[in-house]
């Protein structure tokens, strides 16, 4: 079955320690990006990347790290998480550029920051 | 700076009615417009889009209303059922970004 998958879907931790959310696509997609949702904020993208080792910047990365070392894989890395990334995380990947098609998001991650 | 304005941000209507939910966008560069479906607990799900030539796409109960000179596209709901009930976005992006722009979401209810 074509999907996205993360890792976990739901963690409480505590402010300062280092956390790893991870995201797989089975899709052999080349873009993919990490989101947050936040009531009344809507979806803003955190960051993204083009293919294997090309990522960039989306409206909100402060406080985030990405990686992409596999086609397949791109996890977000909080190395020190605080309250304020208390939020819904939604990892996403295509095909191609996003006005080329559909984007596919995973089932979600919700992080409680204490 | 929100680019794509979104509303209402809730919504209600009854069984069998009609839902609309309109945007805005501000970068006359966005060329493709789609929209998400969001059912609790799940990631968002592309439901329907539209690229700035047509004016109008329709598929099955749902269609999108474009009108470019003043920059606004609307999601309309015909014969809503209770199963609709879920958030919708709007979105929208240009060609050759990576970059897919939400609005903030609107929250349908469709009662029986």
């Known amino acids: 079955e074509a999907q996205v998958t993360q890792n976990p879907r739901y963690l409480i931790t505590v402010t300062g320690k280092k956390l790893t959310v991870t995201c797989s696509q089975n899709m052999n997609h080349e873009y993919m990006s990490w989101y947050r949702q936040d009531p009344g904020l809507g979806l803003r993208q955190i960051y993204y990347?083009?293919?294997?080792?090309?990522?960039d910047k989306g409206d909100v990365p402060e406080g985030y790290k990405v990686s992409r070392k596999e086609k397949r894989n791109f996890p977000l890395i909080l190395e020190s998480p605080s309250p304020n990334q208390t939020s819904l995380y939604f990892c996403?990947?295509?095909?191609?550029?996003?006005?080329?098609?559909?984007?596919?998001f995973g089932p979600g991650t919700r992080l409680t920051v204490l | 700076q929100q680019q794509v304005k979104q509303s209402p941000q809730s919504l209600i209507v009854q069984k069998g009615g009609i839902s609309i939910i309109n945007c805005a966008y501000e970068?006359?560069?966005?060329?493709?417009f789609p929209w998400y479906q969001q059912f609790p607990g799940k990631g968002p799900a592309l439901l329907i889009a539209?690229?700035?030539?047509?004016s109008e796409k329709k598929e099955g109960r749902f269609t999108i209303s474009f009108n470019k000179s003043a920059k606004q596209f609307s999601l309309h709901i015909m014969d809503s059922q209770p199963g609709d009930s879920a958030t919708y976005f709007c979105?929208?992006?240009?060609?050759?970004?990576?970059?897919?722009?939400f609005g903030k979401g609107t929250k349908l209810s469709v009662i029986p």
């Open positions: 970068n006359t560069a966005f060329d493709y």
């Open positions: 539209i690229r700035p030539d047509v």
């Open positions: 990347s083009m293919n294997v080792e090309v990522t």
């Open positions: 996403a990947s295509s095909l191609r550029r996003v006005a080329g098609g559909e984007q596919f």
């Open positions: 979105a929208a992006t240009g060609a050759g970004s990576y970059q897919l722009t």
